[in-house]
C-alpha cells in the first residue's frame, strides 16, 4: 500500500482533500502533519476520516521532528499545503510570513533528498506570484512573467524556485502549481467570497443589518472550487511532469463588487456596499486571470464546478454555523 503526507492537513483544502482521497482511493495510507488536530466541520463522515487516517502533531519548522517523521512515514506522494496563506496577514507580519512559508518547505524537500527517497512532492503556489500584471497579459498562462507585489508572493516565488532547482539539481521529482484563489465550504471569513456570504447569511438571520462590508469591490479574481482544486491536486501527483508548473484556475475572472450582486439575486436580499479602508492592502493587483490550457493539454483537466454552486454550498455552511452559534449566544441578535 502507498503512503501519502499531507502538510497542512488540519486546514480547509486539507479537509476536503483527505476526503476526497478516501472516496477515491481505497489503496492509500493517508498521512498528516498539522500543529493542530482537524476540527473539520465541512466534510462528511469526519470520525470516519480521521479513524482512517494518521495525524501526527508538529510544526514544520521544527527540523528534528519533521526529519524523523518523513524518515519513518517514508512516502510514497508528499502534498505541501501548510502555509501561512493570507496576503493581508504577510503585510502585517511580512518576516515571519516569509520566513515560514519558505523555510518549513526547504525543510521538507532537503528531509527528501538527504534520505534519497523517491517520493513525488507536489509544491503548491499561487496567483499572487504573477503579481501586477497589464490587461494585455491576461489571461495568465505558465510562461507569464512573476512580478511578487507582497510578501506573501515573494515566499511562494521563492518556494517555486526552490523546487526548480531541487528537482534540476538533485533530481527530486517535484511538481508545482500556482492555484488560484480557492472557495467553497469550510474556509475561513479571512478570505473574500466567505467573508461575503457569511455577511449575507447574518443579514437573512437578522444578525447584521443589510449592508456588505468589502475592501476594494473593483479587484478581479479567477475563483475555482476547491473540489476541483483537489481533483487537479490527485491528478498531478501521478500524471503531472516533474519539473513542471501549472495553473489552476477556473478561466474567468470575477469582480468582488459583483460576487456580492451576484449572492443578492440568487439570495433575493437587497444590500448596500461597504467599502472598509482596513481591508484594502497597500499594493494589489486589479486584475488577475488564469489559463489551464496546460493542465488541460497535459492531464485533461479543466474546471467544472460552476461559481453560483460553490456559492449556494458555501451558504449552507456559513447558515449551519451561524445557527450552532446563534443556538449557543441566542442573545447576538440585532
Given at each position: 500500500?502507498?503512503?501519502?503526507?499531507?502538510?497542512?492537513?488540519?486546514?480547509?483544502?486539507?479537509?476536503?482533500?483527505?476526503?476526497?482521497?478516501?472516496?477515491?482511493?481505497?489503496?492509500?495510507?493517508?498521512?498528516?502533519?498539522?500543529?493542530?488536530?482537524?476540527?473539520?466541520?465541512?466534510?462528511?463522515?469526519v470520525?470516519e476520516?480521521?479513524?482512517?487516517?494518521?495525524?501526527?502533531?508538529?510544526?514544520?519548522?521544527?527540523?528534528?521532528?519533521?526529519?524523523?517523521?518523513?524518515?519513518?512515514?517514508?512516502?510514497?506522494?508528499?502534498?505541501?499545503?501548510?502555509?501561512?496563506?493570507?496576503?493581508?496577514?504577510?503585510?502585517?507580519?511580512?518576516?515571519?510570513?516569509?520566513?515560514?512559508?519558505?523555510?518549513?518547505?526547504?525543510?521538507?524537500?532537503?528531509?527528501?533528498?538527504?534520505?534519497?527517497?523517491?517520493?513525488?512532492?507536489?509544491?503548491?503556489?499561487?496567483?499572487?506570484?504573477?503579481?501586477?500584471?497589464?490587461?494585455?497579459?491576461?489571461?495568465?498562462?505558465?510562461?507569464?512573467?512573476l512580478?511578487?507585489?507582497?510578501?506573501?508572493?515573494?515566499?511562494?516565488?521563492?518556494?517555486?524556485?526552490?523546487?526548480?532547482?531541487?528537482?534540476?539539481?538533485?533530481?527530486?521529482?517535484?511538481?508545482?502549481?500556482?492555484?488560484?484563489?480557492?472557495?467553497?465550504?469550510?474556509?475561513?471569513?479571512?478570505?473574500?467570497?466567505s467573508?461575503?456570504?457569511?455577511?449575507?447569511?447574518?443579514?437573512?438571520?437578522?444578525?447584521?443589518?443589510?449592508?456588505?462590508?468589502?475592501?476594494?469591490?473593483?479587484?478581479?479574481?479567477?475563483?475555482?472550487?476547491?473540489?476541483?482544486?483537489?481533483?487537479a491536486?490527485?491528478?498531478?501527483?501521478?500524471?503531472?511532469?516533474?519539473?513542471?508548473?501549472y495553473?489552476?484556475?477556473?478561466?474567468?475572472?470575477?469582480?468582488?463588487?459583483?460576487?456580492?450582486?451576484?449572492?443578492?439575486?440568487?439570495?433575493?436580499?437587497?444590500?448596500?456596499?461597504?467599502?472598509?479602508?482596513?481591508q484594502?492592502?497597500?499594493?494589489?493587483?486589479?486584475?488577475?486571470?488564469?489559463?489551464?490550457?496546460?493542465?488541460?493539454?497535459?492531464?485533461?483537466?479543466?474546471?467544472?464546478?460552476?461559481?453560483e454552486?460553490?456559492?449556494?454550498?458555501i451558504?449552507?455552511?456559513?447558515?449551519?454555523?451561524?445557527?450552532?452559534?446563534?443556538?449557543?449566544?441566542?442573545?447576538?441578535?440585532?
Amino acid at each position: 500500500m502507498k503512503k501519502i503526507l499531507i502538510t497542512g492537513i488540519s486546514g480547509f483544502v486539507g479537509g476536503h482533500f483527505v476526503h476526497y482521497l478516501t472516496t477515491h482511493h481505497h489503496d492509500l495510507e493517508i498521512h498528516g502533519i498539522s500543529r493542530s488536530k482537524p476540527a473539520w466541520d465541512f466534510v462528511p463522515a469526519v470520525p470516519e476520516l480521521t479513524r482512517n487516517s494518521h495525524f501526527h502533531l508538529a510544526d514544520l519548522m521544527d527540523i528534528p521532528k519533521i526529519k524523523s517523521l518523513i524518515v519513518e512515514i517514508q512516502p510514497d506522494y508528499i502534498v505541501h499545503l501548510a502555509a501561512q496563506s493570507s496576503v493581508a496577514e504577510s503585510w502585517k507580519t511580512p518576516v515571519d510570513s516569509f520566513m515560514n512559508n519558505t523555510n518549513i518547505f526547504l525543510n521538507i524537500i532537503d528531509t527528501v533528498r538527504l534520505n534519497d527517497f523517491t517520493a513525488r512532492v507536489l509544491s503548491v503556489g499561487s496567483s499572487e506570484q504573477y503579481g501586477i500584471v497589464s490587461e494585455n497579459d491576461l489571461p495568465l498562462h505558465e510562461k507569464s512573467l512573476l512580478y511578487p507585489a507582497n510578501p506573501y508572493a515573494v515566499a511562494r516565488v521563492a518556494q517555486e524556485y526552490l523546487a526548480k532547482i531541487y528537482a534540476q539539481g538533485y533530481d527530486l521529482d517535484i511538481c508545482c502549481t500556482r492555484s488560484f484563489n480557492h472557495c467553497g465550504p469550510g474556509q475561513t471569513d479571512r478570505f473574500v467570497v466567505s467573508a461575503i456570504v457569511k455577511q449575507f447569511v447574518k443579514v437573512a438571520r437578522g444578525i447584521q443589518k443589510p449592508v456588505i462590508n468589502i475592501g476594494n469591490g473593483a479587484i478581479v479574481r479567477d475563483f475555482v472550487d476547491v473540489h476541483d482544486v483537489i481533483e487537479a491536486y490527485d491528478l498531478l501527483l501521478t500524471k503531472g511532469k516533474k519539473g513542471e508548473v501549472y495553473n489552476i484556475c477556473s478561466g474567468q475572472g470575477r469582480a468582488i463588487k459583483d460576487i456580492v450582486t451576484m449572492c443578492s439575486k440568487m439570495l433575493d436580499i437587497k444590500v448596500e456596499v461597504h467599502q472598509e479602508q482596513s481591508q484594502i492592502r497597500p499594493i494589489d493587483n486589479p486584475r488577475i486571470i488564469g489559463s489551464y490550457k496546460k493542465i488541460q493539454r497535459d492531464l485533461g483537466w479543466e474546471p467544472t464546478t460552476p461559481f453560483e454552486q460553490s456559492l449556494r454550498s458555501i451558504y449552507t455552511y456559513w447558515d449551519q454555523r451561524v445557527e450552532v452559534e446563534l443556538k449557543t449566544h441566542p442573545e447576538n441578535t440585532l
